[in-house]
């Protein structure tokens, strides 16, 4: 079984998926009352807030996966959260100063 999880494509899809998930989360948590899912997304656009968003949706929910996937020395799903850390950050850079 522990064959199975210890995948870098699991690692990469967690990855991906994890950082989009708990912005999610940030948003049922705090904004729901106030604002619905579209203007959420609007007024991150609009208040130009959307990279800082990003970012601490992918460190933060990312580190919790890479350290939880080290500890049960599964290193390739290790390997492929890292991955896609290193994805969403260049894509945060993209955002943000436009390469």
């Known amino acids: 079984m522990k064959s199975k999880i210890n995948s870098t494509i699991l690692g990469l899809v ?53 350290f939880l996937f080290i500890k049960t020395d599964l290193l390739k799903a290790a390997r492929g959260v890292l991955l896609a850390t290193i994805l969403y950050s260049f894509a945060i850079m993209v955002f943000r100063f436009g390469f």
Do not use: H
């Open 14 to 66: 967690i990855g991906l998926l994890v950082p989009v998930l708990s912005i999610l989360l940030a948003y049922v948590v705090r904004f729901q009352d106030e604002l619905t899912i579209k203007e959420f997304i609007d007024s991150l656009l609009i208040y130009r807030v959307y990279t800082k968003v990003m970012a601490l949706g992918v460190y933060f929910g990312n580190i919790v996966f890479f």
